[in-house]
């Protein structure tokens, strides 16, 4: 291994070599490496530097025109999105808004009967999740909410029967 005192002479005696190699050269000779030398570090410069800055540019002005799409779709959806369809939903009866919604989230009822303020709704073979989904959907949307209800569990994982009473807050 070389010492540090040792590295000043190595460059020395390197630049010297290479002074002598490029004196050897005949003039036409040292003029095609300086314009190899020159393209090389053109190259060099647009690889490394110029290309990567235009491909970053490209994404950004990508993403600048998706932000622009979406900030004049949601300007447009503004009045739509600022009045719930939930008001519709209260003024019809409960019993058509539970099969609606219930059809929309792939559940299916085996019976249903309004009685008075009271409508009882039974469901078999059901997802659970799917269920508490649609029951919070019900209590968000329409002012349904379980007044009583029993689950039971069924062999498969994830799959129940339930039995609800539902009522309009």
């Not at 004196?23 to 647009?46: F, K, N, S, Y």
């Not at 979406?70 to 719930?84: E, S, V």
């Not at 029993?150 to 062999?155: A, G, L, Y």
């Given at each position: ?25 005949a003039p036409?000779?040292?003029?095609l490496l ?54 519709t939903a ?80």
């Amino acid at each position: 291994m070389r010492s540090v005192d040792a590295l000043p002479a190595l460059v020395g005696t390197w630049i010297s070599r290479g002074r002598t190699w490029w004196e050897d050269r005949a003039p036409r000779e040292q003029a095609l490496l300086v314009v190899l030398a020159a393209t090389l570090l053109l190259w060099g410069t647009l690889v490394g530097v110029v290309a990567p800055l235009q491909q970053a540019r490209a994404e950004a002005q990508s993403e600048i025109r998706l932000y622009g799409e979406l900030a004049t779709r949601l300007r447009a959806a503004g009045p739509a999105l600022k009045a719930p369809a939930a008001s519709t939903a209260r003024s019809q009866p409960v019993q058509m808004i539970v099969t609606l919604t219930a059809s929309e989230s792939a559940l299916r009822i085996r019976q249903i009967e309004q009685q008075g303020a009271v409508t009882s709704v039974v469901l078999d073979a059901v997802d659970f999740n799917r269920l508490v989904q649609w029951l919070d959907r019900l209590e968000r949307d329409a002012g349904v909410t379980v007044a009583a209800g029993r689950i039971e569990r069924q062999t498969m994982p994830g799959i129940v029967n339930a039995r609800l009473s539902l009522t309009r807050q």
